[in-house]
């Protein structure tokens, strides 16, 4: 869990799993948890490197869920990535704490609480004398999801999702939070959400700044 924490992001996925089986974990879990362990063992010596980069904005996010992931209970999991200057800074993977009826209320759920972690960085940045004059721009692969966001009024797709989600359009009508399209392909925050095929997990794993 400290590792995770601290300075290994391709791990969050995993521990949010386990963790929800501590009391009740079965031999398949264990078979699954050794597979990780495995994975730990050969790359004990990853750590993240942060390189200098005056190309990279000063604050960026990723933000992705995995609608209906748990098959136990049909909860989604949200994932978010936070970049200052191209360099890895904060990241997440959370279980939701209710069932989301389409992809884009997972998603919709996910940015909030990405949306959130964004607020307290540019709170963070500003402490540390680095005014943030533009929006924080967090990369969304739901379009329908962005849509919602980005509607002034109140859409029946969403009426039942609980009001505290809801102050993410605020934080876009004044100015503190953008969102971009980016393609599935692109969406790093997917490695925060679930398992991926090896190839896919080791290519966006390159992309969170972690070297051997």
């Known amino acids: 869990m400290y590792a995770t924490t601290t300075s290994r992001p391709d791990l969050s996925a995993a521990v949010n799993y386990f963790s929800g089986f501590q ?3 079965s031999e398949e879990h264990w078979s699954h948890l050794k597979r990780v362990l495995r994975y730990i063992r050969g790359t004990l010596g990853a750590k993240l490197v942060f390189r200098r980069s005056g190309e990279c904005k000063l604050l960026q ?3 992705d869920a ?3 992931g748990d098959v136990s209970d049909r909860r989604s999991t ?3 990535l936070f970049y200052v200057y191209g360099c890895l ?3 997440a993977s959370r279980k939701q704490t209710s069932v989301a009826l389409s992809s884009a209320e997972a998603e919709y759920v996910a940015l909030s609480v990405g949306a959130t972690e964004a607020i307290w960085l540019r709170m963070v940045l500003q402490d540390l004398h680095r005014t943030l004059d533009e929006p924080t721009d967090i990369l969304e692969d739901n379009q329908a ?5 980005e509607e002034e009024k109140p859409t029946k797709r969403l009426k039942h999702v609980d009001v505290r989600w809801h102050f993410i359009r605020t934080e876009i009508q004044r100015g503190v939070i953008k969102l971009s399209y980016v393609p599935t392909n692109l ?8 398992a991926l095929p090896g190839p896919q997990f080791a290519n966006l794993r390159d992309k969170l700044g972690l070297s051997a």
């Open 145 to 149: 999801c962005i849509r919602v966001a």
């Open 61 to 63: 996010g990723y933000v």
């Open 78 to 80: 949200s994932g978010f």
């Open 89 to 91: 800074v904060s990241w």
């Open 187 to 194: 969406q790093v925050a997917d490695i925060m959400t679930k």
């Open 23 to 25: 009391s009740c974990a």
């Open 66 to 68: 995995d609608w209906a």
